[in-house]
């Protein structure tokens, strides 16, 4: 089934609580992105503090834009996030660090930027939950979708058919590169500028997302 998740950059506590109350009504998950400003250049709070405090139902991603995401991974597993992804790009072991997801009952997925080549993580496909395709160059909300990203995920898909395919970033519906994911294969997708934009109201917009990506009676 397909999903619409927003993601969430926040820099502030006040500004998470913000942006989940926004969501909260009309979701039943969220995309955390956690920046180091060394990964990206973007920087964010840790989260993982007021993730800790926060009452919600709602599930969470954590996506870890950072360079040794191990160091962080003591201080999630206190919290109620559920599912983790981690770049191949990251400076870390990344076959002890899935292992450690995975034996903390958590799901984790690994995450290929643009310019990735596939093949750097098919020797860990089978150990993952999800494979994520980030449709921008990641760091900041409002960066171009990356065209070549749509057929990268067709091989992948054509590939491991099984493994469900996430994509962050760029994605509009009248951009009509919504209708491409999906024919390539995915079936989460990732938002956050296109949710959060001060000139829109956040509830319809994501049900114009969900529509566009075939959910109804969400």
């Known amino acids: 089934m397909n999903k619409v998740i927003p993601a969430i950059i926040a820099n502030s506590a006040e500004e998470f609580e913000k942006m989940i109350r926004m969501v909260e009504p009309h979701v039943d998950r969220v995309h955390l992105d956690v920046m180091d400003g060394v990964f990206v250049s973007g920087k964010t709070i840790s989260y993982h503090e007021e993730l800790a405090k926060i009452q919600t139902n709602l599930s969470f991603d954590v996506?870890?834009?950072?360079?040794?995401?191990?160091?962080?991974?003591?201080?999630w597993y206190q919290t109620?996030?559920?599912?983790?992804?981690?770049?191949?790009?990251?400076?870390?072991?990344?076959?002890?660090?899935?292992?450690?997801?995975?034996?903390n009952n958590k799901v984790v997925g690994l995450v290929l930027n643009p310019k990735t080549p596939n093949e750097v993580i098919d020797d860990l496909v089978d150990d993952v939950d999800l494979v994520q395709f980030m449709t921008v160059d990641p760091g900041q909300y409002g960066a171009d979708f990356v065209e070549d990203v749509v057929s990268k995920i067709q091989d992948f898909h054509n590939k491991y058919p099984s493994i469900p395919i996430a994509v962050?970033?760029?994605?509009?519906?009248?951009?009509?590169?919504?209708a491409?994911?999906?024919a390539a294969g995915a079936s989460f997708f990732v938002l956050g500028s296109h949710i959060f934009s001060e000139d829109r109201d956040v509830g319809k917009t994501i049900a114009e997302l969900q529509e566009a990506v075939g959910i109804s009676n969400y």
Do not use: C
């Not at 996030?81 to 899935?98: C, G, P, Q, V």
């Not at 962050?168 to 919504?178: L, M, S, Y």
């Open 63 to 75: 996506h870890l834009m950072v360079n040794n995401p191990e160091d962080q991974m003591y201080f």
């Open 80 to 103: 109620k996030a559920d599912r983790f992804l981690i770049h191949a790009e990251s400076e870390t072991d990344l076959r002890a660090l899935i292992e450690q997801i995975r034996s």
């Open 168 to 178: 962050d970033g760029g994605i509009h519906p009248e951009n009509h590169n919504v």
């Open 180 to 182: 491409k994911l999906i």
